[in-house]
């Protein structure tokens, strides 16, 4: 593309005379001093094929949508959010609704916590070789598919330490998966905090705990919540690693951390809808409805959280 | 911070160092930095930092030990065989090689690994060139609320959870295409190597295209955001000098940003592929659920090895010599090694280009 460099420095003014002995096949530039009709065609062509791709990755997001309501709204029920699932496949969603808000404030608490934490110290303390194991070791693990981590905590925790199904067992396996983000987002967050301010932290003679409480980590906060969230969007869209650890069961979830299994709403999805019976089968497209309406509130709260947090910390 | 708690004496350390006492609170205030909240802070950061290194140390050492028996087994003709017989768990188990197992259980994982890597090699595909097309699109060409639209698609598409893709492609997608789409495909496509894969019995919706195209539209937000991201990155000067050459943006978009951000599209690709190795519960909705039998055309009914596991793990309790579990686990390490190895190499790819934070997260 050298040749358009020197074509298209003809003043504007010269007529199409001026071009006529220089256009020759394969010409950049037509009679007008315009890009060739090629040109012009491969532009079109080209943005064209992009456009068309951009409407077509639209298409099975709505027909996924539309598919999953057109299912589920016909015969929809308040009752399927306020009753616990029957053995017969009457009842409600309630206790997989229950269940599954357990598990993402569960793996809030322990991935969350062991994932700031471990965020932290790759940003502020873990240099050289030992921070790179270290940040390779937890990629490695985001990259793990679900199933494995599900089958590890099947014969580990459930069989292996005798806990059987129960929130344990799920939690630690969810928080296996989750980790690495919450981590992975809390070390980039952190390592954007200008050094200016741990410089004046430290100046000023804050202890060293205080300033990660109030300055390092709240400036990080945004990236802190940015993790969190999608570890939340993962304890509510995971099955595979459920299946075989926090098993079914149709009462509402209680607070024994082992020996109870949880019932959560993917496991719905997953169980009900090649069931014989209708009832069980309107259950399975009513509970994927609820999910794909959390997912949505979820992304919606987490564009407020994150807005929100990125002016609390711009404020201070 | 490290550095500079270590090199600044407290403030008030001078005047202290003057009288024995002041000496002796400078001596004790060092000490509780020393064994203080300072160490404190580090250790317990530390520990939580190691524990992802420890669980992923744990994981392979659960996996190896469960499979190890299994290995012993079947052996290196476990990879090409295409067999799935679990054999008479009813009858008394025998022992070979010191392992114990059913009378006749003989596995092959060909099936499985042909139906994980076909599946998402057509997902790979068919998300591809729409993640690019749109990510060149958003970047280049349209409005910046367009973007906002396709950013809020992209994360919505990331979170609708797998089981829905699933229940959406066995229900509704699957018939459509085995109903509309595949017997005019399979008509007119002729009887060559390569396309020849296109003609047969299109089934009823439940094979390997249904389940690659599903898992298409589930990679296609990692690719899309990750390429979009590398494209944000090219420079602005050096496109503006393209442009002021006399290229159209067109030519801007396909022979300056493309090739500046290639590698990292290429990595992005392959985190996709990694995803879609991995992805479970929607194949295993989709697939068709075929054991032991490489399917024999692109419509066929198949599994891969993540659906496998979930599927037969319940059954394979009914082995009650443990060697289907242990079967089981050796896929599991299989799938584990796969998935390891492709990202690996996506992320040296992607990271040649972005050299900051990396798009971790599910996809956006």
């Known amino acids: ?316 | 911070m490290a550095l500079a708690a270590r090199q600044a004496p407290p403030a008030q350390a001078p005047a202290a160092r003057a009288g024995g006492r002041g000496r002796l609170a400078w001596l004790r205030a060092s000490s509780r930095r020393l064994t203080g909240e300072r160490s404190f802070l580090r250790y317990a950061t530390g520990v939580a930092a190691l524990l992802p290194l420890l669980a992923l140390v744990g994981i392979v050492a659960i996996l190896a030990a469960k499979a190890w028996p299994a290995m012993k087994l079947n052996g290196a003709g476990f990879f090409w065989r295409s067999v799935w017989d679990p054999g008479n768990t009813y009858g008394a188990p025998v022992k070979t090689d010191g392992v114990l197992h059913p009378v006749g259980a003989h596995y092959g994982a060909l099936p499985l690994i042909v139906g994980t890597l076909a599946s998402s090699a057509i997902a790979v595909l068919f998300a591809v060139p729409l993640s690019i097309g749109a990510a060149l699109a958003v970047v280049e060409k349209l409005p910046r609320r367009a973007s906002h639209v396709l950013g809020m698609f992209l994360e919505l598409l990331a979170g609708i959870p797998s089981v829905v893709f699933g229940l959406w492609g066995i229900l509704t997608l699957g018939p459509v295409l085995s109903r509309d789409v595949y017997p005019a495909v399979a008509s007119i496509m002729p009887d060559v190597p390569v396309l020849r894969f296109f003609r047969g019995d299109t089934g009823y919706g439940e094979g390997l295209m249904t389940a690659g195209l599903v898992l298409g539209v589930m990679i296609i937000p990692i690719v899309a955001a990750t390429t979009r991201d590398l494209l944000r990155q090219v420079p602005v000067l050096t496109k503006e000098g393209a442009a002021a050459l006399g290229m159209s943006d067109w030519e801007v978009a396909s022979k300056v940003s493309i090739p500046w951000v290639r590698a990292g599209m290429i990595g992005a690709s392959v985190l996709g592929l990694a995803r879609a190795l991995g992805e479970t519960m929607a194949v295993a909705m989709v697939s068709g659920s075929l054991l032991g039998t490489v399917p024999a055309n692109l419509y066929g009914k198949m599994g891969t090895i993540a659906s496998t596991i979930v599927q037969q793990l319940d059954g394979a309790f009914s082995d009650g010599t443990g060697f289907a579990v242990r079967t089981l686990a050796e896929f599991a390490l299989l799938l584990a090694v796969i998935t390891l190895l492709t990202n690996i190499a996506a992320r040296l790819l992607v990271r040649k280009v972005a050299a900051t934070a990396l798009p971790v997260g599910r996809g956006v």
């Open chain 1, 1 to 316: 593309m050298g040749a358009p460099g020197a074509d298209g420095a003809v003043p504007a003014g010269a007529g199409p005379d001026v071009l006529l002995g220089e256009g020759g096949p394969g010409a950049t530039l037509d009679l007008y001093g315009r890009p060739s009709w090629a040109r012009r065609t491969a532009s079109l062509a080209g943005w064209g094929a992009c456009m068309l791709a951009t409407g077509l990755i639209g298409v099975p997001l709505i027909w996924v949508i539309y598919g999953v309501a057109g299912r589920a709204v016909p015969h929809w029920h308040w009752s399927v959010i306020t009753e616990t699932t029957t053995s017969t496949g009457g009842g409600g969603l309630a206790n997989e609704i229950a269940g599954t808000l357990v598990l993402m404030a569960g793996v809030v608490v322990l991935a969350g916590s062991v994932g700031v934490l471990s965020g932290v110290y790759l940003a502020e303390y873990a240099k050289g070789s030992l921070g790179s194991l270290l940040r390779s070791g937890s990629e490695v693990l985001a990259g793990i598919p679900s199933i494995v981590l599900g089958y590890v905590g099947y014969i580990a925790l459930v069989i292996g330490l005798h806990w059987q199904f129960s929130l344990a067992a799920a939690l630690i396996t969810l928080s296996l998966l989750t980790v690495p983000y919450i981590a992975k987002s809390t070390e980039v967050a952190m390592r954007q905090v200008p050094t200016a301010y741990r410089e004046g932290a430290d100046a000023l003679g804050l202890p060293e705990l205080t300033t990660l409480r109030r300055v390092t980590l709240e400036a990080a906060l945004p990236g802190v919540t940015t993790g969190l969230l999608v570890a939340i969007a993962i304890s509510l869209g995971e099955t595979a690693p459920l299946l075989y650890t926090a098993g079914f069961t149709d009462n509402m979830p209680g607070l024994s951390l082992t020996h109870a299994p949880v019932g959560y709403l993917t496991y719905a999805v997953w169980t009900f809808y090649n069931q014989p019976s209708t009832a069980f089968q309107n259950l399975s497209y009513d509970a994927a409805l609820v999910l794909v309406v959390l997912v949505l509130l979820l992304i919606i709260a987490s564009r407020l959280i994150v807005a929100l947090t990125q002016k609390h910390t711009e404020s201070n």
